[in-house]
């Protein structure tokens, strides 16, 4: 996940926290039960669910992500997402909260609203029409990225449907924390998500997360099926999922859930609560690297650390360049009709 720093705010700033009617709920006994993500909050009234941002107020469930603390454009590169239209143009929003607790969290100021005193709620209501005609003026997808757009699920269904008769497609940066009921809504309204992928040991995973890593699986093939391009990313962080076999483990995991499946290798910052860790060393990142092909694994990427052949994209069936990018962008595509034009060799993705 990329840091979004103080330029990415609006000049405009609203300080009250405003909040809205949800969907993704259903009353058990006496408590209101949100069905958006597994942590399953059971809500007595006036009671805020664990992501800080989804509270019962009477009858019915509110949340506060129809707001935004960033509004901005950044290439599709950056998300990452490599095999979904490159070089396209994203705008960018971010609703506060998130439904994991990350200890390295590099937008934690946005995520951890409510969690600690640093994450101050700084946002801007998102006027609907006003989004889909700037997307639709420059020609961009919209992305709801730098905290978790699960809890935005009842904003990215507005916006998805306000703007698909004139094209403009939603894409998500997400941890992949969300029921299967919720996906079932919510999927067929997204082009594409990058998930991140943690760790599998679930010991690993609940040590930098404070959620079992089961339900982020399931999500990933969830959303395969729904027909969302999917790629995955997992930062790598010394002494946590760094080592061989942790690698190892997350590419037969990787690999189980497809071959085709786009890999980011994220560089480690020390930030939040690991801010005196030191990043991940360029040698750990090229044996990644290696490691993370051996279960066959046919596109792994490291977007800035490990050098240019790193970002880009070779066919598994030749070996010749067919992507070649820069640092958060796509320099040239050689492809033809989606395939190798050496070869002919299909390579997955959205090309267009």
């Known amino acids: 996940m990329h840091q979004a720093?103080?330029?990415?705010?609006?000049?405009s700033i609203r300080s009250t926290l405003e909040w809205q009617p949800a969907g993704f709920y259903r009353f058990q006994g006496d408590g209101l039960l949100c069905t958006l993500c597994p942590h399953a909050c059971v809500l007595a009234g006036g009671e805020t669910g664990r992501c800080q941002v989804r509270r019962r107020h009477g009858l019915r469930l509110e949340t506060a992500t129809f707001a935004t603390s960033v509004r901005h454009l950044d290439t599709i590169e950056r998300?990452?997402?490599?095999?979904?239209?490159?070089?396209?143009?994203?705008?960018?929003?971010?609703?506060?909260?998130?439904?994991?607790?990350?200890?390295?969290?590099?937008?934690?100021?946005?995520?951890?609203?409510?969690?600690?005193?640093?994450?101050?709620?700084?946002?801007?209501?998102?006027?609907?029409?006003?989004?889909?005609?700037?997307?639709?003026?420059?020609?961009?997808?919209?992305?709801?990225?730098?905290?978790?757009?699960?809890?935005?699920?009842?904003?990215?269904?507005?916006?998805?449907?306000?703007?698909?008769?004139?094209?403009?497609?939603?894409?998500?940066?997400?941890?992949?924390?969300?029921?299967?009921?919720?996906?079932?809504?919510?999927?067929?309204?997204?082009?594409?998500?990058?998930?991140?992928?943690?760790?599998?040991?679930?010991?690993?995973?609940?040590?930098?997360?404070?959620?079992?890593?089961?339900?982020?699986?399931?999500?990933?093939?969830?959303?395969?099926?729904a027909g969302v391009w999917v790629e995955i990313s997992t930062p790598l962080i010394p002494k946590f999922n760094a080592d061989s076999d942790s690698l190892r483990n997350i590419a037969a995991a990787v690999r189980e859930l497809g071959p085709q499946i786009p890999w980011h290798l994220l560089r480690f910052t020390p930030q939040y609560r690991l801010r005196r860790a030191k990043p991940t060393p360029i040698e750990v990142l090229n044996a990644a690297r290696m490691i993370a092909r051996e279960p066959g694994l046919h596109y792994v990427y490291v977007e800035r650390a490990c050098g240019p052949a790193a970002r880009n994209t070779f066919?598994?069936?030749?070996?010749?360049?067919?992507?070649?990018?820069?640092?958060?962008?796509?320099?040239?595509?050689?492809?033809?009709?989606?395939?190798?034009?050496?070869?002919?060799?299909?390579?997955p993705g959205r090309w267009d």
């Open 315 to 347: 066919c598994p069936q030749c070996g010749e360049e067919v992507v070649r990018r820069d640092i958060w962008a796509t320099h040239a595509v050689s492809l033809l009709d989606g395939a190798c034009p050496h070869c002919g060799f299909v390579i």
């Open 79 to 225: 998300k990452p997402l490599y095999h979904y239209r490159p070089g396209r143009k994203v705008l960018t929003l971010a609703a506060p909260g998130c439904s994991f607790t990350c200890l390295y969290c590099q937008n934690y100021r946005l995520s951890q609203f409510g969690r600690t005193p640093a994450a101050l709620w700084r946002a801007e209501p998102v006027q609907v029409a006003t989004i889909i005609a700037e997307a639709v003026e420059k020609n961009a997808a919209i992305a709801l990225s730098y905290s978790e757009p699960s809890l935005a699920a009842e904003l990215t269904l507005v916006l998805a449907a306000a703007g698909r008769p004139y094209g403009v497609e939603i894409v998500w940066k997400t941890n992949g924390f969300l029921t299967a009921e919720a996906l079932a809504q919510i999927g067929p309204w997204l082009a594409a998500v990058n998930i991140d992928l943690k760790a599998v040991d679930e010991h690993k995973h609940k040590a930098l997360t404070g959620a079992p890593v089961g339900p982020v699986l399931e999500a990933i093939a969830g959303f395969i099926a």
């Open 5 to 11: 720093d103080n330029s990415d705010f609006e000049p």
